[in-house]
Structure formats: structure tokens, C-alpha cells
């Protein structure tokens, strides 16, 4: 590896900011890779041409491809259209676009519009990996089923905490003096803040429910481990045995 | 238990298939690409929902081509598992977690392969978030568009890809480089 000093740290950040944008130039217009990226890596890339001497500026369909792939794209065409909205610039249902830019604007346009590409594309992802979070749900769903019976749990039951705010809770098992709550998490911000504030407001009750968090893996879930398991009575895997979850499940 | 992707994914991607039939080029329904997706056949049965997606340029003759294998549920659940990707014009930028060796490693408009064993997580049974974020470079870089259709029968094991014409593409005057 080079030794890394003064001099030659200011050229290789001279060369890394020249490699960021890159533009080549056609008789129909031009195509600039821009330094923002769509969730997959790939660069935005825009297309800037002159028709009629008014000079149009579009995304090139770069953040439809991205929803297309993740067969997203009805969410993509409602949150391209309200971003466009928004910024004030426009869409076809594929292209993002502004269609009559000033010239000594053509920077902010192309900043603009390169942002709500990639916003756009971004919102795509996230209600995938949603998508992901359901069948996570339905996993469990499943195993609670093979073990304790499709009548043995109650699904989706809404519990108040002692905060008395009412927070709703993936599957309840239900013993004779206690009941045990199960709730799917993933390393979502959303899901594992979610669930380690639930947890922690029904710990908080006088007659706290034992709370098992499932996730997909422990590896997975990384360093939001800590944050769960200081909330959950048991953090288990949807892999484990049925026994498993029948000991945990039983234990209330 | 109810999954996104069947059991033995990794066993198709890495089966010997074929085209169910010739895919025809569909120039209408994208303004600068041909598209066309084709079902696949493996060991003589048409795979439901596993299908080969194509975009060449109308634009340029000699660049901005991708071809994708898909696991394709439903309209709304369209899974990608492996794309190639030649001379695109955005730079593919890799995340820090790899490929191994690849880690950071931006390709500035030059070809290169979203592998499958690389977005895929087997514990999980899932693709990786984010439409196939891990790359590696293509080497040797073909030359044309259909050494470059050649190549991805190769990567993904498609052994009639020949079967594929070139669409009917006449060089763009207005997207020559100056």
C-alpha cells in the first residue's frame, strides 16, 4: 500500500473528486454520472439535451430501472410523483425531469433532480425490505403454529405499557398465571428501536409479560443485539426447534 | 414457512438452462432500451417465475447493456439473483463489506457482474437489500454487444442463448461521441 503523506493525499483526493462525476458529450446532448447513488451502487446518470433552445435535464428512467428491478413500480410512480411535486420539477411516469432549464441553472437542476432520483429510488427499497419485515412476521406466525397449534397463540394483539401508551405485539401465548409476547425483529432501525421501546414499556408493568424477540439470525441482527436482548426475556432464532420455542413459549 | 425465494434458489441459479422459446425484442415499451423477459427451462420444465431479462440501448451500439436472471413471484415481488452489466454509463460503486477484495471498489462506466453467491444470504434465504449491491469486475471486457450476450449464457449457465438475435439497432447519429 502507498505511504500515505501530505502531498500525495491531496492528489488522491483531487483524483477521487474528478472520478465522481464524469461527462461525455454527443451531438444529442450530454450524459453526466453524478456522485449520488440509487440503493444498488449505481450512480445517478443524466441526460442533458437541447430541444427547440430549451435546454432539459432528466434522470434517464435511472430511478424506474431501480424500482423495475425490485418489481416496485407503482410505489415508485406515487413517491417519484409527489418528490417531483415537491421540488417543483416534473415526471412522466418514468423520467424525472425538468424540460426548460435556464442555463446558468443547470447545476442546480441537475442536483435536484439527481436527489429526487435517488430519494425515490431509496423509498422503493425501504417498502421492499417492508415487504420482508411481513413475510418475517409470517414466518413466525408459522412456527408458532406448528408448535403450540393455529388456536395455541393469538396474532397481532394490541397491549397498553406502563407508559399507557398501546403498542401492538406479533403473537401472545397465554399460561395460566402469565402469558408470553413473541415479536419478530430484523436490524431495521425502525423495527429494533421499535421493539426495544415496546419491550421495555411492558417490562415496565406490574405484571410484565416474558417477551421473546425472533430474529432471522443473531449474526444478522449485529450490534443491535445489545439493544434487544437488554429488553427481551429470550432473543431466539425462527431456525431454532420447535422445542425451543414450545420451553420459551410454556415458560409463562 | 413462508418465504420469498423457494428452497433450492441457489441450485437453480447455478443449473444448466435453457430458453423456453426465442425472445423477441420489444422496442416499444421502453424509449431508449429493447427489453424482453424469457421464461427458463431447466431439466425440461419450465421454472415458474424464473425468467432472463435483457436491456440493450437503442442509443449506443457499443455500450449500456445489462442482462438479468429474476425470480419473478408475482408482478409486485421481482427478485433480482444475478445481473451483468456491460459499459454502463454509471459508475457501480460497492459497499464496505465487499465482494472480498472488491470492497469500495467503484467501476467508472466499465462492465461488471452482480454475482449471485455475493448478494445472496443462505441462512436468510434472501437476496441482499438494495437490487444486487455487491460487484465484480468483468474480464476480459467484450468487445460487442454480442460477445457480451455470449458471455452472460456462460455466467448464468444458459447453454442456448444463441438462440437470441441482435436487435435490429442502426447507430444513433445523435448519441455518437464527440
Not at chain 1, 421473546?212 to 444478522?220: C, G, L, N, R
Request: aromatic share 8%; charged share 25%.
Amino acid at each position: 500500500m502507498t505511504e500515505v503523506t501530505e502531498t500525495n493525499l491531496t492528489i488522491s483526493v483531487d483524483e477521487a473528486i474528478r472520478k465522481l462525476v464524469s461527462v461525455q458529450h454527443f451531438d444529442a446532448g450530454s450524459i453526466v454520472s453524478m456522485p449520488v447513488m440509487y440503493p444498488s451502487g449505481a450512480s445517478v446518470v443524466l441526460e442533458i439535451s437541447a430541444q427547440a433552445g430549451r435546454v432539459r435535464v432528466c434522470d434517464r428512467g435511472g430511478g424506474y430501472q431501480e424500482a423495475e428491478f425490485d418489481g416496485a413500480i407503482k410505489v415508485y410512480g406515487r413517491y417519484a410523483a409527489r418528490s417531483a411535486s415537491e421540488a417543483g420539477i416534473q415526471f412522466n411516469g418514468r423520467d424525472l425531469f425538468v424540460a426548460d432549464v435556464p442555463m446558468d441553472r443547470m447545476d442546480g437542476a441537475m442536483s435536484v433532480i439527481a436527489s429526487c432520483s435517488a430519494q425515490a429510488a431509496a423509498f422503493c427499497a425501504g417498502r421492499v425490505a417492508e415487504r420482508h419485515e411481513r413475510f418475517a412476521r409470517e414466518a413466525l406466525f408459522d412456527k408458532l403454529a406448528a408448535v403450540f397449534g393455529a388456536d395455541g397463540f393469538t396474532r397481532d394483539v394490541p397491549m397498553i405499557g406502563a407508559s399507557k401508551h398501546e403498542w401492538h405485539v406479533d403473537a401472545v401465548i397465554r399460561g395460566d398465571k402469565a402469558f408470553t409476547v413473541f415479536n419478530s425483529v430484523s436490524k431495521a432501525y425502525v423495527s429494533a428501536v421499535g421493539t426495544a421501546a415496546k419491550f421495555h414499556d411492558l417490562a415496565r408493568l406490574e405484571q410484565a409479560p416474558r417477551r421473546i424477540a425472533v430474529v432471522s439470525s443473531h449474526q444478522d441482527l449485529g450490534d443491535w443485539s445489545g439493544v434487544i436482548a437488554s429488553a427481551s426475556d429470550a432473543v431466539i432464532e425462527i431456525i431454532d426447534t420447535n422445542d425451543r420455542f414450545y420451553k420459551v413459549g410454556m415458560a409463562a | 414457512m413462508m418465504l420469498l425465494l423457494p428452497d433450492d434458489i441457489a441450485e437453480l441459479v447455478g443449473s444448466e438452462k435453457r430458453l423456453a422459446a426465442r425472445p423477441k425484442w420489444d422496442a416499444r415499451s421502453d424509449p431508449r432500451y429493447f427489453v424482453f423477459t424469457a421464461p427458463l427451462v431447466v431439466a425440461n420444465v419450465m421454472m415458474g417465475g424464473f425468467e432472463l431479462r435483457a436491456k440493450v440501448s437503442r442509443q449506443h451500439l457499443d455500450r449500456d447493456a445489462l442482462m438479468q436472471l429474476e425470480f419473478v413471484k408475482s408482478a409486485r415481488e421481482r427478485i433480482g439473483l444475478a445481473r451483468c452489466q456491460w459499459r454502463p454509463f454509471e459508475t457501480h460503486t460497492n459497499k464496505n463489506w465487499g465482494p472480498p477484495g472488491h470492497e469500495l471498489r467503484a467501476f467508472h462506466g466499465a462492465s461488471h457482474h452482480h454475482t449471485f453467491e455475493h448478494n445472496y444470504l443462505p441462512d436468510e434465504r434472501r437476496m441482499r437489500a438494495g437490487s444486487l449491491p455487491a460487484a465484480i469486475p468483468i474480464h476480459p471486457d467484450p468487445t460487442s454487444l454480442s460477445g457480451f450476450i455470449a458471455f452472460c449464457g456462460e455466467c448464468f449457465k444458459i447453454s442456448d442463448i444463441n438462440l437470441l438475435e441482435m436487435p435490429d439497432a442502426n447507430a444513433d447519429l445523435f448519441w455518437v461521441e464527440k
